[in-house]
């Protein structure tokens, strides 16, 4: 009941930056954490990083200095700055919270995106 869509992906040079953004909505109540996730083809996702309601942040140890996090109600940023080549991959946005169902009952959501593609390459 909750979509989640991310924008911003495409094709930059190495030490460019990329702006991804990441909108969830629905009949939110809350959100608990979003994160974003990446995978390259044949590999499994890894977490890049992630915010909670807490304010709590962690990110990924190849992406910590050079990536920052960020949230505004429902919609989350992932500034990346000073790109690899080793940064191309697909991007997921991951939402986690409480929502409406069409019954209007509370129930918790846990929500991805489709994706959206990232290459870094000279």
């Known amino acids: 009941q909750v979509q989640v869509v991310e924008s911003g992906g495409g094709l930059v040079q190495p030490g460019e930056s990329l702006k991804l953004s990441c909108v969830a909505d629905?009949?939110?109540?809350?959100?608990?954490?979003m994160g974003w996730h990446r995978q390259v083809a044949g590999e499994q996702r890894e977490l890049v990083a992630v915010i909670t309601s807490a304010g709590i942040i962690d990110y990924a140890d190849s992406v910590k200095d050079r990536f920052t996090i960020s949230r505004t109600k429902n919609t989350m940023y992932l500034e990346m700055n000073n790109l690899k080549p080793e940064d191309t991959a697909v991007y997921y946005c991951?939402?986690?919270?409480?929502?409406?169902?069409?019954?209007?009952?509370?129930?918790?959501?846990?929500?991805w995106g489709p994706g959206i593609q990232v290459v870094v390459s000279s």
């Open positions: 629905g009949k939110i109540v809350s959100i608990y954490r």
């Open positions: 991951n939402a986690q919270g409480l929502a409406y169902t069409p019954q209007n009952l509370r129930e918790n959501f846990n929500s």
